[in-house]
């Protein structure tokens, strides 16, 4: 029943509000003809789809939450990709693919899980030699990011910044006014009402600190260390 609902909120439609910002990153890449990709902490993988059309290539979405890669394998199918996008139960924090194996590694709202910093050093082995990492962050210490993406191997293209607003009336706007319609709807289903009130929750946060809810993309090239 908790699945019904959250499939009836449809937060996927509301994410993909923010591909404008995935396509505003990627266009930000020099053109690669068919790039393999890794999007690291896919989800149900609404930026990867994206980057999917978006570079005609081969893009592999991990994620450990098994219900989501399920979602994201039948979006796979409806959108006739099966032969370009593959999902892969595997954690961020001990992936075992080739060294050098990606033109791009793709990371939208992943990096926290693992720390900024580690995630930058622990997944460059696996891109190609001047191949690309693209983050989505959240908006903390940007300059102390800035100098971290230098120090662990990598020159910064750019980087620009997904405002708070945007969050707000693209993202938990919509997802309050989904809450309310649906809250009226089951009114009288205490279960679907409980789960309704922690998404609300989240709403809340929102609110109570929109500031923190600004987030960063940092579109970035490895380079040749000269030092280990
Ligand atoms: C904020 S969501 C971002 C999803 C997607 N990248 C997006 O931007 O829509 C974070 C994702 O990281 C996944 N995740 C959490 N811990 C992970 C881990 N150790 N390894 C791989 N994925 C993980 C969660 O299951 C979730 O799908």
Known sequence: MTRDILLEINRDRLRANFNKYTRKAFQMLPTLKKPRILDIGCGSGVPTLELARLSKGEVIGIDIDQTQLKKFNIKIKEADLAHRVKTMKCSLKNMKF???????????????IIGFQKGLKEWRRFIKPNGFLVVHDEMSDIDKKIELIFICGYKLIGTFVVPADAWWTEYYRPLEERIHELREKYRNNSK????????????????????????????MQKIQRLYK
């Open 192 to 219: 679907i009402l409980d789960v309704l009130d922690k998404e609300q929750r989240e709403v809340e946060e929102y609110k109570n600190n929109p500031k923190y809810h600004g987030s960063v993309f940092f579109v």
């Open 98 to 112: 080739p060294h050098e194996s990606f033109d791009i590694i793709w990371a939208e709202g992943t990096t926290w």
